[in-house]
């Protein structure tokens, strides 16, 4: 049975976790509302950019631009983003679970040989660990998060890409969609495949001037809309792990409550228990005396 000074030491230990949880829910919550308001204007411009892509392209490109031919290669490569560190609850482990699913599963029974990319230390460890095949990975790339550094990871990827190496690029990744909700989506990264919602042409009736010629500014813009769209992947991920980690600090702080006032009761339970044992044992004691 536990002493009460066991208790009390249960007890100050949960507090200072209390504390500990607190603190890195507030941490958390100030990232996200700066990684919040960098998505929120990031998507605009990756939608517009799509776009204008949508109303550039020409048959000629879909048949002879590089970055849209489908290949009959069986070589895929998936790009797993996940965080460097833990305490963000499900987070690492749902973008994980997906991936290996992909690798596993779907690509495996389409005749893919598939390797992996991994942004963040999670995931690289945890796929490290159990012998898949890794391209290449990055860890730290969200400590402090810029556009040249998805820039950079994209020019490896379509380096990876143009070489022939892979056939099919994937990205797997959370998609922010409120503090208590991010949702893991996998995104075909190359060849491009533009959303069947954009791929319609902006009216007709609506006339364009063009300089230089249309195919060699779709030619210019199309490396940009891929880093731009990378960039916004690694935006939405690090928006869901702070939405994730401010989520799972506050549990984490709820269920310490709980556990103090738990133990405060059956600390006062056995502090009262004791007191009527020592009560108890001075009356017997009295009664004897009284009785010799």
């Known amino acids: 049975m536990a002493t009460?000074?066991?208790?009390?030491?249960r007890i100050k230990g949960a507090?200072?976790?209390?504390?500990?949880?607190?603190?890195?829910?507030?941490?958390?919550?100030?990232?996200?509302?700066?990684?919040?308001?960098?998505?929120?204007?990031?998507?605009?411009?990756?939608?517009?950019?799509?776009?204008?892509?949508?109303?550039?392209?020409?048959?000629?490109?879909?048949?002879?631009?590089?970055f849209l031919i489908e290949r009959e290669g069986k070589n895929a490569l998936v790009v797993v983003l996940t965080a460097d560190r833990g305490l963000c609850g499900s987070f690492n482990t749902n973008l994980i679970k997906?991936?290996?699913?992909?690798?596993?599963?779907?690509?495996?029974s389409k005749g893919y040989t598939s390797s992996l990319y991994c942004i963040g230390k999670k995931g690289y460890e945890f796929f490290r660990k159990r012998n898949y095949s890794i391209a290449g990975h990055h860890i730290g790339l969200f400590k402090k998060l810029k556009f040249d550094a998805a820039s950079s990871v994209s020019d490896e990827l379509i380096e990876l890409f143009i070489?022939?190496?892979?056939?099919?690029?994937?990205?797997v990744t959370n998609e922010f969609k409120s503090v208590v909700s991010q949702k893991v989506i996998t995104e075909q990264y190359l060849p491009v495949a533009f959303p069947a919602d954009t791929a319609k042409k902006e009216n007709r009736d609506t006339w364009y001037?063009?300089?230089?010629?249309?195919?060699?500014?779709?030619?210019?813009?199309?490396?940009?809309?891929?880093?731009?769209?990378?960039w916004r992947f690694f935006?939405?991920?690090?928006?869901?792990?702070?939405?994730?980690?401010?989520t799972a600090m506050e549990n984490a702080t709820i269920n310490a409550g709980e556990l103090i006032r738990g133990l405060k009761v059956k600390y006062n339970k056995e502090r009262q228990a004791a007191i009527t044992k020592e009560i108890l044992e001075?009356?017997?004691?009295?009664?004897?005396?009284?009785k010799s």
Request: proline fraction near 2%; hydrophobic fraction near 40%.
């Open 4 to 9: 009460l000074r066991d208790i009390r030491g």
């Open 282 to 290: 001075i009356v017997s004691g009295s009664n004897a005396l009284k």
């Open 209 to 230: 001037i063009y300089e230089e010629n249309q195919q060699s500014i779709f030619q210019q813009v199309l490396p940009q809309y891929l880093k731009t769209q990378l």
């Open 235 to 246: 935006l939405e991920s690090n928006a869901s792990e702070f939405g994730a980690k401010m």
């Open 15 to 66: 507090q200072s976790t209390q504390k500990i949880t607190k603190a890195m829910k507030m941490v958390a919550a100030a990232k996200l509302r700066r990684a919040q308001e960098a998505i929120i204007n990031a998507r605009p411009f990756a939608a517009k950019i799509g776009q204008l892509l949508n109303n550039l392209i020409t048959d000629e490109d879909r048949a002879a631009n590089p």
């Open 98 to 108: 997906e991936a290996a699913r992909m690798v596993d599963d779907e690509l495996k």
């Open 163 to 171: 070489s022939g190496k892979f056939d099919k690029v994937y990205v």
